[in-house]
């Protein structure tokens, strides 16, 4: 029955395979993006601050990992502010665009792929970097050493940052404004921000789908990690 409702879900509303599709395209376009230049950014921070010691280490520690818990309407807040008229970037002309959301998911998936990915670099044993510099090893080949050990927890890092920015609503909701044109095609509108849409619209076999969609890409994600750690711990 779920099935053949929402089945008849997509019939009888106008436009609603583009409608659907262009919404998941949007979705994976910006949460994809966000995190692929986060997990560029954040890998070689959580890796200096893993290896380095330094005065405050503590407190940047702290401080990721409070951002990891950071409102995420405050960073929509924030990103909108720097996009607009008045900001720094008002310019580029960036307010309601798929760049600003991306820009929003960039700050949100930061600090989880950063906080989780140090986790998984300082837990791998001091013995493991003594060997790779007993070998003759540079630092980066020391650092190449460490990734490798901490592979899986660094693909859960980047699998947390991923949940993060696909499942967000607030900061894409300010920064994106939920766009979406006449012929059903979606400009910045995109899972999450199209599920609360269509839920108070009364459209509820249209959001049980797109939530149904949700989960099916998070799940994925999932077992592609869960994939990638097996076969990392086959010898």
Do not use: C, H
């Amino acid at each position: 029955m779920a099935t053949e409702a929402l089945a008849l879900a997509l019939v009888e509303l106008p436009f609603e395979s583009q409608y659907i599709t262009s919404i998941v395209r949007v979705s994976l376009y910006v949460s994809l993006i966000a995190v692929a230049l986060s997990t560029v950014f954040s890998l070689p921070v959580a890796i200096v601050i893993g290896f380095k010691e330094f005065p405050g280490k503590g407190l940047v520690t702290a401080l990721i990992n409070t951002g990891m818990g950071f409102p995420s309407v405050v960073v929509g807040l924030l990103v909108l502010f720097l996009v607009s008229n008045q900001g720094p970037l008002g310019s580029l002309d960036l307010v309601f665009t798929p760049e600003a959301m991306i820009m929003s998911q960039f700050v949100l998936a930061t600090p989880v792929i950063t906080g989780v990915s140090l986790a998984a670099v300082t837990s791998v044993e001091q013995n493991v970097r003594d060997a790779a510099y007993v070998m003759g090893g540079t630092r980066v080949d020391v650092a190449l050493v460490v990734i490798k050990e901490a592979r899986f927890g660094i693909a859960t890092a980047v699998l947390a940052g991923f949940g993060r920015a696909i499942s967000e609503v607030g900061s894409v909701l300010i920064v994106g404004g939920n766009i979406a044109y006449a012929d059903g095609e979606a400009y910045t509108r995109n899972i999450t921000t199209a599920i609360q849409l269509e839920a108070r619209q009364g459209r509820f076999e249209t959001a049980l789908f797109l939530g149904a969609i949700l989960v099916a890409l998070v799940l994925l994600v999932n077992w592609l990690v869960g994939r990638l750690g097996g076969g990392g711990r086959t010898r």
